[in-house]
DNA sequence: GCCCTATTGGTAATAATTCCTATTACTGAT
DNA sequence: ATCAGTAATAGGAATTATTACCAATAGGGC
């Protein structure tokens, strides 16, 4: 947890007991959970939290670097998981899984330089059938 | 807009007005129109159409691959340029914009079958610093 | 033109996220 | 340790993109 109230003290913010659990929650649950999702786990060891405060906490977190805020479909999901992995989503059963592996062949981002765009980072989504729907079909 | 009547149809759908003046506004548009913003342009056209059937709309025609939808942020955004391309959101001025190249190393799918995916499409996402945003800070 | 059914318009409902305000709790200095 | 100042929290209400619903309308195959 140092990183996180190091991280937090050099962003000129607190660190709180909520952001604390809030981040040791993530890191708990293996599949990509909502804010909500988080908000129900946090709230057993804090009955008191409040969705907003959650919220905040995420924002926070994702800003630091400590998670990653995945947006797809309806709602938000955040990750732990900083290694480099990628997500597929499934066009048959629309699940969001992790395809944890970097690619073959890193993309080149100074290819971008020459238009004046400055790469920081990517995020690569990949749509297709996940092992299970991919099996089912053949 | 033959493409159109034909998808439509291929797909037990049916042509209508509507359908045929939203995409014409979706193709109207250069930067990734709102629902709301193509609304108001289809307004303009056909006073009574309601929101709804403009996201219903929205909705058959990217079905049908005529248009994509950009997830991003707090709302859908729709893009009528099919040709391969990439979206640059600038971490500066937290624009959406078109980098209008393929990727100099097309990335390789069959890489990820090894794991059990079957990879139909992808979607890259590039964040960094946007031409304009670039030259202020340099 | 007739009939069947998808679509529309209008409105209400849903749900994720943000905003607001009084209260609480850190933090740094004395 | 106490104090003052400031930022964070809880709780609830507000906002807003998107969907759902339903009676009325209009494609389109015959």
């Given amino acids: 947890m140092k990183e996180l109230s ?6 000129g913010y607190r660190f709180t007991r909520q ?6 929650e993530v890191r708990k649950q293996q599949y990509h959970p909502s804010a909500k999702e988080i908000y129900d786990a946090v709230k057993i060891r804090l009955p008191n939290i409040s969705l907003g405060t959650v919220y905040r906490g995420l924002g926070v977190l994702t800003e ?11 709602y938000a999901r955040f990750d732990a998981n900083l290694a480099e992995h990628h997500h597929l989503i499934c066009t048959d059963c629309d699940q969001l899984l992790d395809v944890d592996a970097p690619l073959s062949e890193p993309l080149n981002t100074q290819q971008f330089k020459a238009r004046g765009f400055e790469v920081q980072r990517y ?3 990949l749509y297709g059938l996940c092992p299970t729907c991919a099996t089912e079909r053949s």
């Fill in 6 to 11: 190091e991280g937090l003290r050099q962003e």
């Fill in 19 to 24: 952001r604390r659990i809030i981040l040791e």
């Fill in 123 to 125: 995020k690569i989504e």
């Fill in 64 to 74: 630091l670097g400590l998670i990653r805020k995945v947006e797809h479909g309806e």
